[in-house]
C-alpha cells in the first residue's frame, strides 16, 4: 500500500500551472500583536476610528456625543420630530400607568413605584441610550424574579420595609453588573443566553405569571409563594371554596374586552392605539364600576391609597450588610442579565425594521445608569421592555424623546392623579397582565426552532419547563447550561468530513452534500471544520485515524489503487495551539508508520505561524506539501501518482513546488 518517501524532482513544474507559495505572515512585536488582539476582541467596532486626524476641540465634541448620545441628535430635533414623539409618547404613557402599578404587585412592591420606575429611568436612558425605539419600564419576567427570589429571604408583608429596600439594591447591583459590562465591553456574556434560551425562559415565564394572576382572578387573599405550575395550581384549587364570584366575572370581563381590542389592533395594525389605550381604559372603567357599585364591600380588593409626590431619595436605604446584601447581589446579577438580554434584543429589532444600528455597548451602559439611578429615586428594575416599545414603534415616535413625554406624564399622573387609583380593582390588574404575558409565549418561534434545529429546540423546551415545573432561576440555569454544553460540544467535536471533487471543476466539496462528487484515486481529502485546540485535539487525531482505516477498507473492498496521500483541508481552521500542533505532530508519524505522505491544503496564516514557529514544518512535513488550495494539492499529487511511479524520487534531489 505504502510509497517511499516522495519529493519532487527539480525542475519538474508542469508547464501549464504555476503553483504559488503558502507564506507565513511577517513576525510581530509582542505588544503590537497584544494590541491587535485586545482590540479585536473588545473592540470589533472600532469606536476610536472617528477620532483619527482629528483636532482637540473636535475630539471633545465627538467623545461627549460618544458618552450622550442626545446630543448627537438633539441639535437637529425640530418641531415636525415632536409632534411624532408627543402622540408616542402620551400613547406609552396610557400603557405604562396601568402596566407599572400591574408589575409592582407582581413584584410584592408598593404599587406606586412602578409609577416611580416610569419617571426617573425613562429620563436616563433618553440622555444616554442609543435607541430611538425603545419605551423604558418595568417587565414582567424581571418582576417576577425580584419577586420570586427576594421573597425567599424576606417575606414581604411581615418586613415590607426591609423587603422595599432590598428590592432597591438589587436593582442597584443590577446596574452596576449592566454599566461595567457596557465600559468595559463585556457583552459577549449576554450572548450565552442564545434565542432559543430566551424564547424558552420568556414562554415559561410568562406562563406562570399568568397562572398567577388567578389569584386575581378569583380574588383569593392567601396565595403560594413558590412559582411552579403545581404549586400555583394547588393553591388556586384548595381554596375553592374562598373563590369570589364577583372578582371572577369581574376578570373574565375585563380580559374578553383586553383580548378583543389586541385582536382588533392586530387585524387593523392603523388602528393599533386601540390595544394600547385598552389598560388605561381597563383601569378607568373598573375604577367608576367599583366606586359607583361599592364591590370593594363585595369581595373585590381595590389597590387603595397611593402616595402622592415624585420619587422620594432612596440612597439611603441600600442594604450593604451581611446577611441580606448577597441576597440581594444575586437578585441583581441575574435579573440584571435578563433585563439587559430583552433590552438590547427588543432594541435590535426595532432597529432593523427602520434600518439604523444600535451600539449594544452604549445601551449596557444606558441600562446600567438608569437602574443606578433609579435605585437611588425609590425605583426598581428596569429595561425596554417589547409590549411597550412596539407600541412607541407603532405610535411613529422618532427619537428617545418619546420617553420623555411619557415620564412627564407619569410626573403628571404622581402630581395629581393618584388619589383617583384608590378604586381600581386588583382583578384588572390581573387582567391586564395576562394579557401582556400571552403575547411572550411565542409558539410560532418554537415551531420554528423545531423545523430548523433540533437541539436548538431542546434547549428552548428545557427552559420552558424549567421554569413552569421547577422555579424562575431552574429554568435559567438549566437553559444556559445546555446551551454552554452545546458551545463546548462544538468546540470538541468539530465536524469532518470526506472531500470530493465535482466532475469537470477544480471545486472539492463534502461528498455527504453533494453525492456526485468523485473521490480521487489514492488520496483522502479531509476537511477539518473549526479551530485546532487542547479540547478537540484528541477528537481530531482519532477522527482521522478513523476516516484512513474507513478509506483503506474501502479501498480494500472495491479493490480501488491503494491510499498514498492524505489531505487536510484547513481552510476553516482559523487557528492552533500546542496541543493541536502535538496533534499533528501524531498524525504525521502514524502516517509515516502506514507510508502515507500528510498535504496542508490552505493554511491560514496564524497556523502557518505557529507550525512554524514550533519547526513542524521544516523537521516534520516540509514545505513543499503545503498548498494554497484543494485542487493544487490533488494536481501535484496526481503528477507525483501518474509520473514518478516507475521512478521513486530520490531524497538527494527535491523539488519545492512553491
Known amino acids: 500500500m505504502g510509497t517511499e518517501e516522495k519529493a519532487f524532482p527539480q525542475g519538474a513544474e508542469e508547464p501549464h500551472r504555476r503553483h504559488h507559495a503558502v507564506e507565513a505572515p511577517e513576525p510581530q512585536p509582542f505588544l503590537k500583536s497584544l494590541q491587535y488582539s485586545v482590540k479585536e476582541t473588545l473592540f470589533p467596532d472600532d ?24 446630543l448627537e441628535w438633539a441639535p437637529r430635533y425640530n418641531l415636525k420630530l415632536f409632534k411624532s414623539d408627543l402622540i408616542a409618547g402620551i400613547t406609552i404613557a396610557s400603557l405604562a400607568i396601568p402596566q407599572g402599578i400591574s408589575y409592582a404587585k407582581l413584584a410584592n412592591l408598593p404599587p406606586i413605584l412602578g409609577l416611580y420606575s416610569s419617571f426617573v429611568p425613562p429620563l436616563v436612558y433618553a440622555v444616554l441610550g442609543s435607541s430611538k425605539d425603545l419605551a423604558v419600564g418595568t417587565v414582567a419576567v424581571g418582576s417576577l424574579l425580584t419577586g420570586a427570589m427576594l421573597s425567599k429571604e424576606v417575606d414581604s408583608e411581615k418586613d415590607p420595609k426591609l423587603y422595599l429596600h432590598l428590592a432597591f439594591t438589587a436593582t442597584f447591583f443590577a446596574g452596576v453588573l449592566e454599566a461595567s459590562l457596557g465600559i468595559f465591553r463585556l457583552g459577549f456574556i449576554v450572548d450565552f443566553l442564545s434565542h432559543a434560551t430566551i424564547v424558552g ?7 406562570v405569571v399568568s397562572l398567577q394572576q388567578l389569584k386575581g382572578i378569583f380574588g383569593l387573599k392567601h396565595f403560594t409563594e413558590a412559582t411552579d405550575v403545581i404549586s400555583v395550581m394547588r393553591s388556586v384549587f384548595s381554596q375553592v371554596h374562598q373563590w369570589r364570584w364577583e372578582s371572577g366575572v369581574l376578570g373574565c370581563g375585563f380580559l374578553f374586552f383586553l383580548l378583543s381590542t389586541r385582536y382588533f389592533s392586530t387585524k387593523k395594525p392603523k388602528f393599533f392605539w386601540v390595544a394600547a389605550m385598552a389598560p388605561l381604559t381597563s383601569v378607568i372603567l373598573g375604577s367608576l364600576l367599583v366606586y359607583f357599585t361599592h364591590a370593594e364591600r363585595h369581595g373585590v380588593q381595590v389597590i387603595g391609597d397611593l402616595k402622592k409626590g415624585l420619587n422620594p431619595l432612596s440612597v439611603s436605604d441600600l442594604v450593604f450588610t451581611s446577611p441580606y446584601m448577597s441576597t440581594a447581589f444575586k437578585t441583581g446579577l441575574i435579573t440584571g442579565i435578563i433585563a439587559l438580554a430583552e433590552g438590547i434584543a427588543v432594541g435590535r429589532s426595532f432597529a432593523m425594521f427602520k434600518n439604523y444600528n444600535i451600539d449594544g455597548n452604549k445601551e449596557m451602559i444606558a441600562f446600567g445608569m438608569m437602574n443606578i439611578v433609579g435605585s437611588f429615586t425609590s425605583s426598581y428594575l428596569t429595561t425596554g421592555p417589547f409590549s411597550r416599545s412596539a407600541v412607541n414603534f407603532n405610535a411613529g415616535c422618532k427619537t428617545a424623546v ?49 423545523k430548523v434545529d433540533k437541539f436548538d429546540f431542546l434547549v428552548c423546551m428545557s427552559a420552558y419547563f424549567g421554569v413552569v415545573f421547577g422555579s424562575v432561576e431552574i429554568g435559567l440555569v438549566v437553559a444556559v447550561v445546555i446551551s454552554i454544553a452545546r458551545l463546548l460540544l462544538f468546540v ?20 455527504d452534500q453533494y453525492p456526485y462528487s468523485r473521490i480521487v484515486p ?33 479501498i480494500k473492498a472495491s479493490g480501488e489503487s ?10 476553516a481552521v482559523g487557528n492552533i495551539d500546542t496541543s493541536g500542533i502535538s496533534m499533528m505532530e501524531e498524525i504525521k508519524k502514524i502516517m509515516d508508520r502506514r507510508e502515507l505522505k500528510l498535504v496542508l491544503a490552505n493554511p491560514k496564516g496564524e497556523v502557518v505561524k505557529k507550525l512554524t514557529r514550533s519547526k513542524f514544518i521544516d523537521d516534520n512535513l516540509g514545505k513543499e506539501w503545503m498548498f494554497l488550495t484543494v485542487g493544487e494539492a490533488v494536481e501535484a499529487c496526481s503528477y507525483m501518482l501518474h509520473t514518478l511511479k516507475t521512478e521513486p524520487a530520490s531524497k538527494e534531489e527535491p523539488w519545492n513546488n512553491v
Do not use: C
Not at 48 to 56: A, D, G, I, S
Not at 420 to 438: C, E, K, N, R
Open 522 to 554: 489514492a488520496l483522502l481529502i479531509l476537511e477539518i471544520d473549526a479551530p485546532i485546540y487542547f479540547a478537540n485535539a484528541g477528537y481530531l487525531r482519532e477522527r482521522i485515524t478513523r476516516w484512513i482505516d474507513e478509506e483503506e477498507d474501502r
Open 402 to 450: 418619546s420617553n420623555i413625554v411619557m415620564a412627564i406624564a407619569v410626573m403628571f399622573t404622581l402630581l395629581f392623579l393618584t388619589p383617583f387609583f384608590y378604586y381600581t380593582p386588583l382583578v384588572v390588574l390581573s387582567s391586564i397582565i395576562i394579557v401582556a404575558m400571552l403575547g411572550l409565549i411565542d409558539y410560532q418561534a418554537a415551531i420554528h426552532l423545531w
Open 562 to 571: 491503494s491510499l498514498q496521500y492524505v489531505i487536510l483541508d484547513m481552510s
Open 492 to 511: 470538541s467535536r468539530p465536524r469532518t468530513a470526506v472531500k470530493g471533487n465535482i466532475p469537470n471543476t477544480m471545486i472539492y466539496r463534502n461528498t
Open 47 to 70: 469606536p476610536f476610528r472617528q477620532f483619527k486626524n482629528q483636532k482637540t476641540s473636535r475630539k471633545v465634541v465627538l467623545g461627549l456625543k460618544y458618552l450622550l448620545p442626545i
Open 201 to 207: 425562559f420568556m414562554g415559561g415565564a410568562a406562563t
